[in-house]
């Protein structure tokens, strides 16, 4: 199985405050890397895929970047409601793939 | 508008089975990959299982031990998942999701509980 590990496990921000969540790859992914938000008690939502490209309805806030092992996801302006649990994942190598443990983002 | 409804969660004593059930609308599933991930309790997602539109290959995660199996009734619009010889650790959230081509799901159901405990 490739790893992803994320980092931070947490962080507290303010509103407005641009924020960078980083996650990297046991081997390399090219760019088969997601991103998805989860607020509590509910389903994740898929915010970036195939590292860059923005989700559907997803606010222009996000941005992804990276290639290989090494990617990101930032949130340029930190809003109320984007208070919530960030994950990445895999799909490079066969199914099922893996994701990372998950940035929990609190409000500072 | 795509709608995925689980159903058939519950709790469950050690060593014993359940069958959840997805029930999906809004698109043609008979288009589409689909998956089941989990989630257990203030932890991760985990994926666990996923079968091609076609239902001719399934990939299971090498933690279930060959104890769950993956199916799908396209006449139905729904996606099964039969979990036998449950432990404590298979305790979570399962969600059915809908899986686009290079492995990214774009619609999630609502989710259900399991609960294996004695």
């Known amino acids: 199985d490739i790893q992803m590990t994320q980092s931070p496990s947490s962080l507290s921000a303010s509103v407005g405050d641009r924020v960078t969540i980083t996650c990297r790859a046991g081997?390399?992914?090219?760019?088969?890397l997601n991103w998805y938000q989860q607020k509590p008690g509910k389903a994740p939502k898929l915010l970036i895929y195939g590292a860059s490209s923005l989700g559907s309805g997803v606010p222009s806030r996000f941005s992804g970047s990276g290639y290989g092992t090494d990617f990101a996801l930032t949130i340029s302006s930190l809003q109320p409601e984007d208070f919530a649990t960030y994950y990445c994942q895999q799909s490079y190598s066969a199914p099922p793939w893996t994701f990372g443990q998950g940035t929990k983002v609190e409000i500072k | 508008q795509v709608q995925l409804v689980e159903s058939g969660g519950g709790l469950v004593k050690p060593g014993g089975s359940l069958r959840l059930s997805c029930a999906a609308s809004g698109f043609t599933f008979s288009d589409y990959q689909m998956s089941w991930i989990r989630q257990a309790p203030g932890k991760g997602l985990e994926w666990i299982s996923y079968?091609?539109?076609?239902?001719?290959?399934?990939h299971n995660a090498d933690s279930l031990k060959g104890r769950f199996t993956i199916s799908m009734d396209n006449a139905r619009n729904s996606l099964y998942l039969q979990m036998d010889s449950l432990r404590i650790e298979d305790t979570a959230v399962y969600y059915c999701?809908?899986?686009?081509?290079?492995?990214?799901?774009?619609?999630w159901g609502q989710g259900t509980q399991v609960t294996v405990s004695s």
């Open positions: 079968i091609t539109r076609s239902g001719n290959t399934i």
């Open positions: 999701a809908r899986t686009l081509d290079a492995g990214k799901v774009d619609y």
């Open positions: 081997q390399s992914i090219t760019n088969y």
